[in-house]
Each structure stands twice: as C-alpha cells, then as structure tokens.
C-alpha cells in the first residue's frame, strides 16, 4: 500500500510489560513522527526524526519511552514497563521532509494497559 | 498550557447547511495552520491549510480563514454533507515541523 501502516491496530498488555508498537511510513518520506492521543484529547507530539539527523524526543514523557528508526524506514515505539496511564492511541505520521507542514497518519495503535 | 483551543466538543449542523468550526491560538509564533479531519479507527487526514501571510485560502466547499489580531482561525464547509461527519482538528506551528494540536470538534451532519 502507498499509505503509512502501523502495527499492531490494538494491543492489550498488562501493567509492567513492555509493548512495541511499529510504523512503516510512506516510501519517500525523510520525516517522522509519533504521536499519542488520549480519550477526548488533541495529539501530544512525541517524538520526531529526519532523515539521519539526532531525533528530537522533546515530547518523550518519560525514560520508559523510546523509539528507533532505521535510515528513513520503519520505526519502532518502545514502552517499557507500562502503566495504566499509558493507555491510548499511538499514530504515526510521515512526511515528505521537515519543511513539509502536511503529515500523513497511520490508523494508529490502540494500546490498553490493564 | 493550552496553546491551540478548540472550545466547542461537537457542533451538529443540518446537511446542506453552513458548517463553521473555530479554533482559538495563543501563541503569537505560529505562523502555520492546518485542519485535519479524522474518522473513527483511522489516523487524521489533512484537509487544508494556510499561512500567516494569508487571511484566506479555499479549496473547493472548504475555506479557512484566519484573523491574526484575535489569534483565531475558522473553518467553513459549505455545503456540508453526510460524508463530513468526522471530528476536526485544528493544528498550528511555529518551528516548521512540530504541529501543536487542538483538542478536536465531533462534527455531526444531521440528514
């Protein structure tokens, strides 16, 4: 498919376990980005790559989050030891490079902690 | 720190009609913004946007305006249809990458 895709669409894990979620963005695209959205709330920036430039995990909430992303390919989400709080849904977005504002989302990771 | 707003939760509009979501920002950096547009399970799709060196930007039944002084922006859909029901996020930026986001609006077009 030409779209961005995420993997898996939902995941249910116990408190404490570690989940990975992973994206495949559009062939093409230099940026990326991961998101999280909670229940009846706007998207919270998390983390951000360019090309092979330093991430920016400005909005990384804490240290049990992390992300890699091999060259300009897929991208792994990492939650260690999850909390209930970590609850939501994951998307991820591609685009062209970081000068391009329009950024095109995966369906996203519904993640539930129990 | 709420720095895009978007005050209304829903907005239900009869179809046909004149749809109006509105989007309040604080910060006096953004020089970018977007509307996206999301359907339940899926991820959100960009529907338009404008720069600040712009007041107005159309594309077909979307228009967005923006009024700098009172650091508020709107979307109008005209005329709205079945298919648009959706909630609509307003997205602003300022570094030229990261998109600081509204809170949504559920949009519901009555038949």
């Known amino acids: 498919g030409a779209g961005v895709s995420q993997s898996p669409s939902n995941k249910v894990t116990e408190k404490g376990k570690d989940v990975e979620l992973r994206c495949d963005p559009i062939s093409g695209h230099t940026a990326l980005y991961w998101y999280r959205q909670r229940l009846g709330q706007g998207l919270e920036f998390l983390i951000y790559?360019?090309?092979?430039?330093?991430?920016?995990k400005s909005g990384l909430p804490s240290d049990r989050f992390s992300a890699e992303r091999t060259g300009e390919s897929v991208s792994t989400l990492t939650i260690q030891r999850t909390q209930q709080e970590d609850s939501a849904v994951y998307l991820c977005a591609s685009s062209l490079d970081a000068r391009v504002y329009e950024q095109y989302f995966g369906p996203g990771t519904r993640l539930t902690v129990t | 720190d709420q720095q895009v707003k978007q005050n209304s939760p829903s907005l239900s509009v009869q179809e046909g009609r004149i749809s109006i979501l509105n989007c309040d920002y604080t910060n006096s950096m953004f020089d970018y913004f977007l509307w996206y547009k999301k359907y339940p399970a899926e991820g959100p799709t960009f529907l338009i946007s404008?720069?600040?060196i712009k007041d107005k930007n159309e594309d077909g039944r979307f228009t967005v305006f923006l009024n700098k002084s009172a650091k508020h922006l709107s979307l109008h859909i005209v005329p709205s249809q079945p298919g648009d029901s959706a909630v609509y996020f307003c997205a602003a930026s300022a570094l030229g990458y990261q998109l600081i986001w509204g809170a949504g609006t559920k949009l519901i077009i009555k038949p």
């Open positions: 790559f360019q090309g092979n430039s330093a991430p920016d």
């Open positions: 404008i720069s600040s």
